[in-house]
């Protein structure tokens, strides 16, 4: 069994590294501009773009800033992500995609690291369970997270802006 002492610098060590994978990995995309979808859901959505909306309107709006109980919307509700953008634009004085890819990336490598500890997590407390110390927890979970950041099927999610 590892060591409370042992598993945190392991950790010390595979957080900033798996982070910096998880961002490289995308690092193409911080000078791609906005596209396809990006367009009606930031830039022409006046959720995002209008600073002085109303935060409480938006609870009534679709993805892209619509009203959700009119016909022509397309009653996709998105509120905390349209709110992110918002943020973004308010943070950023602008509508530069490099701040929007960025966050994207950045949001990845979150997810990566939470990943990586909750693989551990549950490799450790599956060794525990089986009674068997098997040792290469720690790697495995390495190797999941690796995998999870680099794997193509975030692409989308990642790549395009509108993914988050």
Request: a positive charge.
């Amino acid at each position: 069994m590892v060591s409370i002492a042992q598993r945190n610098s392991k950790r010390d060590v595979v957080v900033p590294v798996l982070a910096a994978v998880a961002v490289a990995v995308y690092a193409n995309t911080l000078h791609a501009g906005f596209c396809f979808d990006d367009n009606f859901a930031i830039i022409n959505n006046g959720d995002v773009i209008h600073a002085d909306a109303s935060y409480y309107a938006m609870l009534f709006h679709d993805f892209w800033g619509q009203n959700i109980s009119k016909p022509d919307s397309h009653k996709s509700y998105r509120p905390l992500t349209v709110l992110n953008f918002r943020w973004s634009r308010i943070i950023e004085g602008s509508l530069h995609p490099m701040a929007f890819h960025l966050q994207n990336a950045i949001l990845h490598s979150v997810v990566t690291v939470l990943f990586y500890m909750l693989t551990q997590s549950l490799f450790e407390t599956t060794s525990r369970i089986r009674g068997v110390k098997a040792g290469g927890e720690h790697s495995r979970a390495v190797l999941a997270a690796l995998l999870f950041a680099l794997h193509p099927a975030h692409t989308e999610a990642v790549a395009g802006v509108v993914g988050r």
